[in-house]
């Protein structure tokens, strides 16, 4: 009986530090996926592209979409 209730604690402190593990990473990938899509809306509004601000700010695509188009519309400065 006290070997079950040692290992009953000792799976309760690990599921606990698991979950706070987990949270500590959807809290990083939350401030990752608002700094990107922070990006993509501030140049999207400042070029006027209406239709992609309004994709990146309604559709939630896991930084996929504002990588997209910050890759696809980043301006070459090396031509002139």
Known sequence: MEL???L???LEAQNDLFFA???LAVALL??????????AL???GKRQQITW???IFIFNTAW???IIYLISNRKNKNLK
């Open 42 to 44: 501030w140049k999207a």
């Open 53 to 55: 601000f309004i994709f």
């Open 8 to 10: 009953s604690t000792n």
């Open 30 to 39: 939350a401030i990752r996926e608002m700094i990107w899509k922070g990006i």
């Open 64 to 66: 996929l979409l504002p």
């Open 21 to 23: 593990y987990f949270m």
């Open 4 to 6: 079950w209730t040692l």
